[in-house]
């Protein structure tokens, strides 16, 4: 099911939508790619729909630029039925994962591409080509270089720039940023939504990692076999997943099965003792659950420290996340995670027995 | 030390095969060169007479006329319909496709004698009068499989992204092949051409079946060969080979020059 944020009912502030999806499937066979999406993208949003491989959030993205068409479900634009009107003829441009820059041409002939297609004279063709390669920080002596002799990065400044020439009105980008070294993907990640609030344009954006969506996104949207099981903000998202799914495509996350004890207070399955937990989303009554707790939300408790919710363990290992440090501690035959800041001294007793702790309103209480 | 032996040992080896593949046509053209009229070694005199008559033959004019029509024609042909060919043989999935990539390679495999004379079975079955333009026809059964192949090899490395991102930027379907398609398969499409050229140039079996009155370069020489040889045979076999060498080199050299262009 489609879940919309509480925010979202059209109150007179939000741009209309720009793209509407109703009732979307797609079928290759007896395989179904795209399982019923409804999905309203407002004009000059930033949409991030992210999913593990193989969610269908490509084949969802190949229908909106009109490569694909869906088997079920219309797609319009501005209101207008464009299911079958063909990728030259929308006003939207798509950049591939792999760029699909030509290789037979150079960086300012590949970015004045869609102009010469729209007999754009050469002139006006170049001085275009070259504004647009300031917008994206490409030198101006690269207009005549071969686009293959570019580094990583500079071939996603191109990219983007020829599909800012065609001028489109929604943008989508099928995770071009996949092929890129952390530090410089953190660089174009940031410019790239610069970009979009210079340009104004609506972004759709698909990728299987979270991170990226959280730094970029005005909303995302996650994908799960052919649905989106939940859309919202990047805030909602983090703060109030709607299931086990979602939460642990976060991040890494801890997980405990609970279930109701004969008093009606929740037992722990796979660890001993009850636990006090909030209650679940949408004020359901459930027999079993699943307690998540993030990392950074588990505390090791000092002495004189106490937590709604308590467990005993022995610390094992533990990993430097760079400003934080993962502690990895053994609670019977759970493995927990802790993170806490670096410099932080541990409160372990000599045989690194510690006491994990966390408040119930630290913890999602999510069905099983 | 290892190394030095290696390096000799390849040395040694591509100077024998060098040796061997161009022995007898260096003997071929020292036979054209010879002043008596009959084939034989040592040589006595060396002359230029032959060749000048070769070039002076109004009937050798004719014959090498009609394998450069018969030459280029078969490439023009081959060429498109192999370019077409490859894009079903490599690039787009369609039902009967696994089929047609055996099918079309099937003729390869046939021996050209065979294949010559079924066709000259069937011209004559459907009445139509065999010339050097059924040989075209004959030509391209067995060369449009060999085109196809080569210009397939080029569609293989190609990522179908780059027509769907010219799409996507606004191209119609013409402008995508104008633009992306037709520009990157041109190496393909060039190295396709030299060996429809070549291959048609020097056909025999084929040509001998399917020329009818008319004659080619390689039907000649076997005719003179048989019957009536003079060091002409040697001259415009040599002649022959020359040409398709120098076609070779400037092909090499013009596809030379178009990388250095995209490079820059």
């Given at each position: ?7 979202a ?5 939000l ?6 999806l ?9 395989f ?11 004009e ?9 491989s ?37 006003p ?21 591409f ?16 070259l504004e ?22 500079e ?22 940023l ?6 410089l ?18 972004f ?6 979270l ?18 099981v ?17 939460c ?30 909030a ?8 027999d079993?659950a699943?307690?998540v ?9 000092g ?6 919710n ?12 760079g400003?934080?440090i993962?502690?990895?501690v ?16 541990l409160?372990?007793?000599?045989d ?17 | ?9 390849i ?11 161009y022995?007898?046509?260096v003997?071929?053209a ?10 034989g070694?040592?040589?006595k ?28 024609l ?37 021996p ?19 010339s ?9 059964i067995?060369?449009?499989?060999v085109?196809?192949l080569?210009?397939a ?6 990522d179908?992204?780059l ?34 050229f ?16 008319d ?14 040889y ?11 080979t ?23």
């Amino acid at each position: 099911m489609l879940q919309t944020s509480p925010a979202a009912p059209q109150s007179a502030e939000l741009p209309k939508p720009i793209l509407q999806l109703v009732g979307i499937r797609k079928t290759f066979g007896a395989f179904t790619a795209v399982d019923t999406i409804d999905l309203d993208v407002r004009e000059g949003e930033f949409l991030t729909i992210v999913g593990p491989s193989g969610s269908g959030k490509t084949t969802l993205l190949r229908m909106l630029a009109g490569m694909d068409t869906p088997s079920e479900g219309n797609i319009t634009l501005h209101g207008q039925l464009i299911n079958d009107v063909p990728p030259n003829k929308r006003p939207t441009c798509l950049v591939f994962q792999s760029l699909a820059l030509f290789p037979h041409k150079s960086v300012g002939e590949n970015i004045a591409f869609p102009l010469k297609v729209k007999g754009v004279d050469a002139a006006a063709r170049k001085a275009r080509a070259l504004e647009l390669m300031r917008v994206v920080r490409l030198p101006e002596n690269y207009f005549d270089k071969n686009v293959m002799k570019c580094s990583g990065g500079e071939r996603q400044r191109v990219a983007l720039a020829r599909a800012l020439a065609y001028d489109p009105e929604v943008l989508f980008f099928d995770e071009p940023l996949s092929a890129i070294d952390y530090k410089l993907k953190k660089t174009l990640e940031k410019e790239l939504k610069d970009l979009h609030r210079e340009t104004g344009k609506t972004f759709i954006y698909i990728t299987h990692s979270l991170e990226e969506a959280m730094v970029m996104s005005d909303r995302i949207g996650v994908m799960r076999a052919g649905r989106i099981v939940q859309i919202g903000t990047p805030e909602e998202i983090y703060g109030a997943p709607v299931d086990r799914f979602v939460c642990e495509f976060v991040g890494e996350v801890n997980t405990l099965k609970v279930k109701r004890g004969p008093d009606g207070a929740w037992q722990g399955v796979d660890v001993p003792g009850s636990f006090t937990l909030a209650p679940p989303r949408d004020g359901k009554t459930l027999d079993e659950a699943f307690v998540v707790v993030r990392p950074e939300f588990m505390r090791i408790l000092g002495p004189g420290e106490s937590a709604d919710n308590q467990l005993e363990g022995v610390v094992y290992n533990e990993y430097s996340l760079g400003s934080r440090i993962q502690y990895q501690v053994r609670v019977g035959a759970k493995v927990m995670l802790v993170e806490l800041s670096r410099g932080r001294p541990l409160p372990a007793s000599a045989d690194r027995k510690v006491t994990l702790g966390w408040d119930a309103a630290d913890a999602f209480t999510l069905e099983s | 030390m290892g190394h030095k032996r290696t390096n000799a040992a390849i040395w040694t080896w591509t100077l024998f095969v060098l040796v061997a593949i161009y022995l007898p046509i260096v003997c071929g053209a020292l036979a054209s060169f010879n002043k008596s009229r009959y084939f034989g070694f040592p040589i006595k005199t060396y002359s230029t007479e032959w060749w000048q008559k070769t070039l002076d033959s109004i009937e050798i004019g004719m014959i090498v006329k009609t394998s450069i029509s018969i030459a280029l024609l078969v490439t023009v042909f081959s060429v498109v319909i192999a370019t077409f060919g490859a894009l079903a043989f490599a690039r787009y999935e369609w039902k009967g496709r696994k089929l047609y990539q055996k099918l079309i390679l099937l003729p390869i495999f046939f021996p050209q004698p065979v294949l010559g004379l079924a066709m000259l079975l069937g011209f004559n079955a459907v009445g139509i009068q065999t010339s050097w333009m059924t040989a075209v026809f004959a030509h391209m059964i067995w060369i449009v499989p060999v085109v196809t192949l080569v210009i397939a090899i080029q569609v293989y490395g190609f990522d179908p992204s780059l027509e769907e991102a010219a799409y996507d930027l606004g191209c119609s379907r013409t402008q995508v092949f104008r633009e992306v398609t037709l520009p990157l398969l041109w190496p393909g499409i060039w190295s396709g051409m030299l060996f429809a050229f070549l291959l048609s140039w020097s056909n025999f079996p084929l040509s001998l079946y399917t020329t009818g009155a008319d004659s080619t370069i390689p039907e000649w020489l076997y005719a003179k060969m048989v019957a009536g040889y003079t060091p002409m045979v040697p001259a415009l076999g040599t002649m022959a080979t020359l040409g398709a060498a120098c076609l070779l080199l400037a092909g090499g050299l013009i596809g030379i020059l178009l990388r250095r262009r995209a490079a820059a």
